[in-house]
């Protein structure tokens, strides 16, 4: 399956007659089977980029190349769980009752830890629980690429740390390309094979991380210089 490629992609707003613009001139290569984490400062773009990716919004210029064949999966930035629904409803919303397979289901409501949760409704869960609905979801709709928005932002270290794993596994077993967003370097040095920061809708850098996701070592000397370089880009604003 190939990857998805932005080409010279810019996105404008109007807010007040002002345009602004909020992505300028992107060219990236999102790559098949790998795990792109997107970084950068607070409305820099980044969700912006990901809804051009999932088609959810129009791109003013350039084009992004795509051969549609894949089956995509967004988790938003905030929950969007149907407040009627259970848990257990919310997570196979939209998937065919003939493909749902109870089994496997079962299994991602274990590995969001939600197992008692089940038969619950989005008002009985905290927020962190309501995001691993939605990341569960996600997963149980067995998708080709995911985009996942700041996913894990409202969880625990532990919870975090945690799902990172499972997050991990599901990609080394599915191999699905993963288009992820996140605030937090250290998560991104722990998911990506490419990182990409992104300042004021421009691309300021990226780099790539050959060492496999499922034995980094963050205390690594390359790792930590990696991270003063990241720290670094972000701190400067040009
Ligand atoms: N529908 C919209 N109409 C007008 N402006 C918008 C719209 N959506 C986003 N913007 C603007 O585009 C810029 C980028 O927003 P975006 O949501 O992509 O940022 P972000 O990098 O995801 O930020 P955060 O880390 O806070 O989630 C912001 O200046 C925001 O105000
Ligand atoms: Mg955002």
Redesign the pocket.
Known sequence: MDGIKLVNVS?F???EKNS?K??NRIDLNIQANKITV?L????????????LVAGL?KLDQGEILDDNSKKKAYVF?EDRLMPWLDVKKNITFGIDKNDIDNKRINEIIEMVGLKKFYSAYPKQLSGGMKQRVSIARAFAYDPDFIMM??PFSALDFFTREQMQKELLKIHNTSRCSILF?T?SIDEALILGDKIII?EK?VIKSQYEIEEENDSRDLLDYKFVELKKKIINDLKIIN
């Open positions: 996105k707003y109007t807010v602004i909020v992505l997107i950068g400062r607070s409305g820099c773009g980044k969700t912006t980029l990901l809804r919004e930035q928005d700041e967003v605030h992104l809708g």
